[in-house]
């Protein structure tokens, strides 16, 4: 007797650590795809945030959940899990003439959003409003905002109208098994954009899109993507930086074990003349380059529209270490590191770089401009450093 009470105590115990699983489908939710269950998903949040016993908020697999726009506010009492089995549809219709996103959460500490659903912003029709020039802003799928402690893991993004993952002004984050798609030419899709955030790590994620797969804006430091793979799309970015003459702060990133698949770029760090600030502590390791225009790529005078006007100030690039990187480019210009005469990068380290051309017809080059660095082991194409 008394070991079955005991059992029955460690099995209350178990449910109690688990907490209260509050289903959107107990709040009325259609689940029908055409019905709006936006207003299920706040009521059943504002029971979920309000139980301070860890609950978790679930969107359960096998329906699709229509939502217009809807955010998600903290505190919560507790840390809160969003398990995320079914599917969100996003309306197919230009739905805001105004920054926006579909889905935010605010002010969350302690949040888990996981689970083998997804999120799909039926962005096509934005795209061809946007090509036309017909629509200015554009929603973004999903968004994160003044969230610390934040886990994202095995839930799938597509077709975004604009970026698929925001962070911003977030701490300690964790993205894991994450996958994105959305067409190679659809407009400014990025998968994940971060600003003002720190100590984010990102693994194991698949990102196809039309734009960068991963950008890390001003404000943000201590970022580690491992062990993902990035096409087609952009690449990684770092930057824009220093726009509209702005300051800019990028410190300690790492990217490393990643792979790249006909992308423009493979790992690249870009800046717009007339900025100011730093970037620096940058560590671009054991990467492989499938078919990428331009798999090394620092660029002090990003300019996409063209016609900007030279100017003299410009972020100060420096410490960037380039280790390991293998594979072919689509262009025989496989590096280029083209910074200011008038702030020069400093610190750049090239080590075991074997890089050729996918046309097999042509050779790689490297074009390097007002940049101090050194070379450790082999280096192709050859690279030449000021003072070297």
Request: charged share 15%; hydrophobic share 35%.
């Amino acid at each position: 007797m008394l070991l079955l009470l005991l059992v029955l105590a460690a099995v209350q115990s178990a449910a109690a650590q688990q907490g209260k699983r509050y289903s959107v489908m107990d709040f009325h939710a259609a689940g029908d795809g055409t019905t709006d269950d936006a207003k299920a998903f706040a009521a059943t949040w504002n029971a979920t945030c309000g139980d301070s016993r860890s609950p978790t908020m679930v969107i359960p697999g096998g329906r699709t959940f229509l939502l217009s726009q809807i955010r998600l506010d903290g505190p919560c009492k507790s840390p809160v899990t969003v398990q995320l089995d079914g599917n969100i549809v996003a309306p197919n219709a230009i739905w805001t003439t105004t920054a926006a996103n579909l889905l935010t959460f605010y002010r969350v500490n302690n949040l888990t959003v996981n689970g083998s659903g997804q999120m799909d912003g039926n962005g096509a029709i934005w795209w061809t409003c946007f090509n036309q020039k017909k629509c200015r802003a554009r929603p973004i799928l999903l968004a994160f905002a003044s969230c610390n402690n934040l886990t994202v893991k095995s839930i799938h993004l597509k077709d975004s109208p604009d970026k698929h993952m925001t962070l911003y002004r977030c701490s300690q984050v964790q993205v894991n098994n994450v996958s994105v798609t959305a067409p190679g030419k659809s407009p400014n899709t990025d998968g994940i954009n971060m600003a003002f955030s720190d100590h984010v790590y990102i693994s194991n994620c698949t990102i196809r899109t039309g734009d960068d797969c991963v950008s890390i804006l001003s404000g943000t430091s201590d970022v580690n993507i491992t062990n993902s793979k990035c096409g087609p799309g952009h690449g990684i970015s770092v930057g824009s930086l220093g726009g509209e003459g702005s300051t800019a702060l990028v410190e300690r990133i790492t990217v490393s074990n990643c792979s790249f698949s006909k992308t423009l770029t493979g790992v690249r760090i870009k800046s717009w003349q007339g900025g100011s600030g730093k970037a620096n502590g940058f560590l671009f390791e054991n990467l492989n380059m499938t078919d990428v225009q331009f798999p090394i790529d620092i660029d002090q005078f990003y300019c996409p529209r063209g016609n900007c006007p030279q100017q003299d100030s410009a972020v100060a690039i420096s410490d960037a270490r380039f280790i390991n990187i293998q594979g072919t480019s689509s262009n025989p210009q496989a590096i280029q590191i083209l910074c200011s005469q008038s702030v020069q990068c400093r610190g750049i380290y090239l080590d075991n770089i074997n890089l050729s051309c996918s046309r097999h017809t042509a050779r790689t080059r490297a074009t390097i401009s007002n940049a101090y660095g050194t070379i450790g082991g082999m280096v192709k194409p050859h690279v030449q450093f000021l003072g070297a």
